[in-house]
């Protein structure tokens, strides 16, 4: 009977604390609903993150996609006819400036050569007898005119021979990789054929097109940032060699050469890199994430924390960097610009900083 009146008991209890819980939360339910009804709302105020602005420089800077060239690139000739006597090159060799690729008809052009030099040396000496002759007047002017007219034919001769000769050992014009080979030894060769292509590697250029809007900020010698899709982690530094004096007809670019120093073979003709140019720099200049700005009517706004109070400031922006931009009014270094939560802030609200991001 006891054990029965100590759970009856324990029930009741219960039922009290349970009845209070739901009288306290009907009263305050109803509490609400009357500061509702008189325009009383409750606030929240909202956790934000900020961010210390300070100075810096600013690139107002743009990218542009080309392609690698060889510095040089010929395809040389034959300048004489005859037989291809030696082509001591195969493709893929490396050449140094001057030495011989091709000897065509060389030994009979040099035997030529010979002969002309020993015509010459005959025409001389009878010249100087004609001369003597003369002098001594035992010789008409006739004759003495002739061996002039014969001693300059000779020498004329030598230089030509001379010059063909030259031309029969075709020299490489710059250090340089034999990219292809047109003809074989033995062949016959005619003048105008095509023997070799040389590229020049060891140097090479990134070809773009600058347009014309931005052509005005560039100049030969301006250094340029240079990155390769094939080596996407490194950085290359490159000069403006050339720039155009003229805009390409259809795209209205100005084809601009951009010199890279290939000593370590990175660069291959015909690789895609882009081109990083700057147009202006401007310094001390203050830099926001561009998502902490709101467009409103064609405005832009950002929210500064100020002693725990969200301040509503209009902007005007300058240059964007990726996802940054430049603020040229509205802003100065040390304010603290709401970079996270800012949606929530309202202006004149207070703020709960939670964290000073960098």
């Known amino acids: 009977m006891k054990k029965f009146l100590v759970s009856v008991g324990m029930c009741f209890g219960i039922l ?24 009383v709302t409750e606030t929240q105020i909202p956790n934000v993150k900020v961010q210390v602005l300070t100075a810096g420089v600013v690139e107002d800077r743009f990218t542009l996609t080309g392609t690698i060239d060889a ?3 010929v395809t040389l000739s034959s300048e004489v006819s005859g037989k291809i006597e030696a082509r001591p090159i195969e493709t893929g060799d490396l050449v140094k400036q001057g030495q011989d690729l091709f000897r ?41 005119d002739s061996a002039v007219a014969s001693r300059d034919v000779a020498d004329a001769e030598v ?4 010059i063909l000769l030259r031309k029969s050992i075709v020299k490489a014009p710059f250090d340089g990789v034999v990219a292809e080979l047109y003809s074989k030894q033995d062949e016959f060769s005619d003048v105008g054929n095509p023997l070799v292509r040389l590229v020049q ?40 060699h050339l720039i155009a004096p003229t805009a390409d007809s259809v795209t209205h670019t100005f084809g601009t050469e951009i010199a890279l120093d290939n000593a370590d073979g990175c660069f291959k003709p015909g690789m895609i890199a882009r081109a990083q140019l700057v147009r202006r720099t ?9 998502f902490a700005t709101a467009l409103i009517d064609d405005k832009r706004f950002v929210f500064v924390e100020k002693d725990g109070v969200a301040e509503l400031r209009a902007v005007e922006v300058g240059v964007v960097q990726a996802s940054n931009v430049q603020i ?6 040390g304010d ?21 991001v960098e």
């Not at 610009?337 to 000073?356: F, K, S, W």
């Open 16 to 39: 009290a604390v349970c009845g209070g819980i739901v009288y306290w939360a009907a009263g305050a339910f109803a509490a609400k609903e009357a500061a509702r009804a008189n325009g």
């Open 71 to 73: 510095w040089e690139n």
């Open 104 to 144: 065509i008809d060389t030994q009979a052009l040099q035997t030529k050569f010979e002969q002309a030099e020993a015509q010459a040396r005959w025409a001389t000496q009878e010249f100087d007898r004609a001369r003597k002759l003369a002098d001594r007047g035992v010789s008409a002017v006739r004759e003495q």
């Open 159 to 162: 230089r030509a021979t001379e």
């Open 201 to 240: 590697v060891d140097r090479v250029k990134l070809r773009v097109g600058v347009p014309e809007r931005d052509v005005s900020y560039f100049k030969a010698g301006d250094t340029v940032a240079v990155t390769l899709d094939a080596i996407a982690d490194r950085m290359f530094s490159g000069v403006i």
């Open 282 to 290: 401007f310094a001390e200049s203050i830099v926001a994430p561009l």
């Open 328 to 333: 040229t009014s509205g802003l100065q270094t």
């Open 336 to 356: 603290r610009l709401i970079v996270v939560g800012q949606r929530d802030a309202r202006p004149g609200g207070r703020v709960n900083v939670i964290e000073t």
